[in-house]
């Protein structure tokens, strides 16, 4: 059974960094891109970064270029999401989420087809 457990979240000063896990069992990340998605209270989900199942392939929402960083070590079978110069706007729920490919789709989310829990986010002061 394909899961996803999301860990890392916590409440952070504005300006401040997290580092997001997303550990994945019953698959193994050599053949799947993973995707990380956020959702603010009242506000859609947002698709906020996605790498390739090598790695070598990311992409990022315009609104964390910059800051956040995506990268995996398929050996553990974890997707990281480092998150830095963190902003209140950045508040939410994150949840990790994995397509069944290897590589990204539209950060949409429409393609992807497994999603973890969630872990929550709070970037106040």
């Known amino acids: 059974q394909l899961q996803l457990v999301e860990s890392g979240g916590g409440l952070v000063q504005p300006g401040g960094s997290l580092r997001l896990s997303c550990a994945v069992s019953g698959f193994t990340l050599d053949y799947y891109a993973i995707g990380w998605f956020r959702q603010a209270p009242g506000k859609e989900r947002e698709g906020v970064s996605c790498?390739?199942?090598?790695?070598?392939?990311?992409s990022y929402a315009d609104s964390v270029k910059g800051r956040f960083t995506i990268s995996r070590d398929n050996a553990k079978n974890t997707v990281y999401l480092q998150m830095n110069n963190l902003k209140p706007e950045d508040t939410g729920v994150y949840y990790c989420?994995?397509?069944?490919?290897?590589?990204?789709?539209?950060?949409?989310?429409?393609?992807?087809?497994?999603w973890g829990q969630g872990t929550q986010v709070t970037v106040s002061s």
């Open positions: 790498n390739s199942s090598s790695g070598g392939s990311a």
């Open positions: 989420a994995a397509p069944p490919d290897s590589v990204c789709p539209l950060l949409d989310g429409r393609e992807f087809a497994y």
